[in-house]
């Protein structure tokens, strides 16, 4: 089975910053896309930051200038470097992978289980 294990979370005054990562593991045979979502209380999940495979990257408006995703694919982690961190990027952040498993079969998005970010004022 894939998985997906974000880590570093953590507390954080407004300004400063966090890096996150994100190691997928288990059965695969290629890793497509690579993304970071986030969700805050009472908020939808957003689409935070993309990489694909090639490395091509996408950002959401609010993160754009701040934040910067990155992969590894000899490792298979994906990170999330967030810069100038303000109170509305509290949130819970998801790593995700689009995950080919076999040749013969199409990519499937996996999810982590989410590591929480506060940012206080």
């Known amino acids: 089975q894939v998985q997906l294990v974000e880590s570093g979370g953590g507390l954080v005054q407004a300004g400063g910053s966090l890096r996150l990562s994100c190691v997928v593991s288990?059965?695969?045979?290629?890793?497509?896309?690579m993304n970071w979502y986030r969700q805050a209380p009472g908020k939808q999940r957003e689409l935070v930051a993309a990489?694909?495979?090639?490395?091509?990257?996408n950002y959401a408006d609010s993160v754009k200038g701040r934040f910067t995703i990155s992969r590894n694919n000899m490792k298979n982690t994906v990170n999330l470097q967030m810069n100038s961190l303000k109170p509305e990027d509290t949130a819970v952040y998801y790593c995700?992978?689009?995950?080919?498993?076999?040749?013969?079969?199409?990519?499937?998005?996996?999810w982590g289980q989410g590591t929480q970010v506060t940012v206080s004022s």
């Open positions: 995700s992978a689009d995950v080919r498993v076999r040749i013969t079969t199409g990519s499937v998005a996996y």
């Open positions: 288990g059965s695969i045979y290629r890793i497509n896309a």
């Open positions: 990489v694909s495979s090639g490395g091509s990257t």
